[in-house]
């Protein structure tokens, strides 16, 4: 059974920062390529960062790039997404989830990925 738990959301004013954290288990993590995506109020789930299974390759939504880092542990099971200089259009659900296959290197489309969280709550407000 897969299990990914994201925390490390929370109210913050514009040009804060965030770290996210989201502890996966139940599948061999350092296999899977790792995505964020986020969820704004009333809108669709959208891709933010994607991370390669070995951390060698990274992608970022336009949006983000630039202020916002994913990275991994594999050791710990874990992804993270430093978010910084946040801006209220930042605010939204944020799920980590795991790639459907393992070995990919970027996959972007939220159809590649199986298993997600709970979601954490970001609310960039002043």
């Known amino acids: 059974q897969v299990q990914l738990v994201e925390s490390g959301g929370g109210l913050v004013q514009p040009g804060g920062s965030l770290r996210l954290s989201c502890a996966a288990s139940g599948r061999t993590f350092s296999n899977y390529a790792m995505g964020w995506f986020r969820q704004p109020p009333g809108k669709e789930r959208d891709i933010v960062a994607v991370?390669?299974?070995?951390?060698?390759?990274?992608y970022y939504a336009n949006s983000v790039k630039g202020r916002f880092t994913i990275s991994r542990d594999n050791a710990k099971n874990t992804v993270y997404l430093q978010m910084n200089s946040l801006k209220t259009g930042d605010t939204a659900v944020y799920y980590c989830e795991i790639n459907r296959l393992p070995y990919q290197m970027e996959p972007r489309r939220e159809t590649e990925y199986d298993y997600w969280g709970q979601g954490t709550q970001v609310t960039v407000s002043s």
């Open positions: 991370i390669s299974a070995n951390g060698g390759r990274t």
